[in-house]
């Protein structure tokens, strides 16, 4: 059964830094794209960051250049470095894993709440 435990979250004020973590359990994590979605409340999900198995991201307009994906395939674990946070990206956030552009397989998770507020 796979799981996406995703972890990390919490309150900050605007310009502050978050990393979230998402541990994944029951696939081949090496094998597999990554991706962070968020979904703030009234608005749909979308990607915000993605990572191939190869190594190669890419970013949401709105977070490149303050977002960093990366992964650790020894650990089966995907991080998101989150810097110069705004009040925009408050959202709930989940990872995920497939392949593509939108790499969704799973089943989304509880994620992890980011709240930026001053």
């Known amino acids: 059964q796979v799981q996406l435990v995703e972890s990390g979250g919490g309150s900050v004020q605007p310009g502050g830094s978050l990393r979230l973590s998402c541990e994944v359990s029951g696939v081949s994590f090496s094998r597999y794209s990554m991706g962070w979605y968020r979904q703030a409340p009234g608005k749909q999900r979308e990607l915000v960051a993605l990572m191939s198995s190869i190594g190669n991201t890419n970013y949401a307009d709105s977070v490149k250049g303050r977002f960093t994906i990366s992964r650790d395939n020894a650990k089966s674990t995907v991080y998101l470095q989150m810097n110069s946070l705004k009040p925009e990206d408050t959202a709930v956030y989940h990872c995920?894993?497939?392949?593509?552009?939108?790499?969704?397989?799973?089943?989304w998770g509880q994620g992890t709440q980011v709240t930026v507020s001053s």
């Open positions: 995920n894993y497939g392949w593509g552009s939108v790499p969704a397989f799973g089943s």
